[in-house]
């Protein structure tokens, strides 16, 4: 790795340090006042300027991210609140935007998207023939069981920052999920890899819906700020489009009184399946590229939220359609996970530092497809 001047490895990084925190690693705090008092939180810095949180006690999430002190990662009014304090069933399913922010909030792992009331039959309990749903489901607000985190030499040359821990949704006479999260990062880059395995430890047929809400914020996101990804057809599933009409790739600055615009966009992969998306700021040189597998989560999402106060951009990776929980099970494209049946994720969230990093991204990301030209499609 190529660190301010030095070509480093492990035996040269010894030299110049005792101690690897020198150039980066991963810390263990706890929050300690405000809505955030207890949280658990590990500290990612790769030596790059790259440092982000994984929220323990918020589904090992991600919640501050930034890079050379500049933050992309979204933060919100709510702040990263406690878990405790969540009340899934407060203001009618949506007292999930009570403690919405952070670079990645996961939705699910049974449901996304809006509220809905579904069918429970498939758990045999008499009393609970049906299941009512929030926003975007539970997990977002269930502690994690560290399993681990730490920093791994894997070669001379590579070290491996990671952390992992499970994720528990489960109710007796009801689902039994479980969410192996590992989250990574190597010393040197800026890069980070989200790698999650969902799996039914439960016996009876369970449906599985997850979705990354995935935020981005100012410095990142400013006036001028471009989406790029190779979309071959866009619509869109709020009515706020066809009503205040701001373009899905070039944003404006911060608007009064603005109401979320929420686009679906059909994305053509790489001949290996992959997606690709980034959210660039030309001005300060500065961006970040979203890749995932076209497998995994075959439906893309871009959220906008450009009022005052709340100004931030979404990139949402689905494994379901805009419709959600009762549309798909009404099209039979629901995912149901049998005993012991897993479902694979990995993801990839690079900084783009420069205007050749970020001129080479626009490059390969256009050279597969040009997005469609109008900024409202009709």
Not at 13 to 35: N, Y
Not at 98 to 114: I, K, P, Q
Not at 314 to 331: I, K, N
Request: hydrophobic share 40%.
């Amino acid at each position: 790795m190529r660190v301010y001047g030095h070509d480093l490895d492990r035996p040269k990084l010894a030299r110049l340090s005792g101690d690897l925190t020198a150039l980066g690693g991963v810390r263990s705090v706890v929050l300690d006042d405000g809505a955030e008092r207890g949280i658990r939180v590990l500290e990612f810095r790769t030596g790059t300027g790259l440092a982000f949180d994984v929220m323990v006690d918020r589904a090992m999430d991600i919640g501050p991210a930034e890079h050379a002190g500049r933050s992309f990662g979204w933060r919100s009014a709510t702040g990263f609140r406690h878990p405790g304090l969540h009340e899934y069933r407060d203001e009618d399913g949506l007292a999930w935007l009570r403690s919405f922010s952070g670079l990645v909030v996961t939705a699910g792992l049974d449901h996304t998207l809006f509220t809905a009331d579904v069918d429970a039959t498939q758990y045999r309990y008499p009393f609970r023939q049906s299941v009512w749903n929030g926003l975007h489901g539970r997990i977002a607000n269930i502690p994690a069981r560290l399993l681990g985190y730490g920093e791994d030499w894997r070669t001379p040359d590579t070290c491996t920052l990671w952390a992992e821990g499970e994720v528990r949704q489960a109710a007796v006479f009801g689902e039994h999920l479980r969410l192996r999260r590992r989250v990574e990062a190597d010393l040197g880059t800026s890069a980070i890899r989200l790698i999650d395995t969902v799996t039914n430890h439960g016996f009876d047929p369970t449906p599985h819906m997850l979705l990354y809400h995935i935020n981005l914020g100012w410095p990142l996101v400013d006036a001028g700020t471009r989406f790029v990804a190779p979309i071959a057809r866009t619509r869109f599933s709020t009515d706020s489009v066809r009503q205040q009409r701001v373009s899905y790739q070039r944003f404006p600055e911060p608007q009064a009184g603005f109401v979320e615009q929420v686009y679906v966009h059909d994305l053509v992969a790489t001949d290996d399946g992959r997606l690709a998306a980034a959210v660039v700021n030309e001005r300060l040189e500065f961006g970040m590229q979203l890749e995932w597998s076209a497998k995994e989560f075959p439906y893309f999402f871009e959220w906008l939220h450009l009022r005052e106060g709340a100004y931030a951009v979404g990139l949402e990776p689905s494994t379901h359609d805009v419709g959600g929980d009762a549309a798909a099970r009404a099209d039979g494209s629901m995912i149901w996970l049998g005993a012991g049946e897993s479902r694979s994720y990995r993801t990839v969230f690079a900084v783009l530092e420069g205007a050749d990093a970020i001129g080479a991204a626009v490059r390969a990301i256009q050279a597969r497809q040009l997005q469609p030209t109008p900024d409202v499609p009709s």
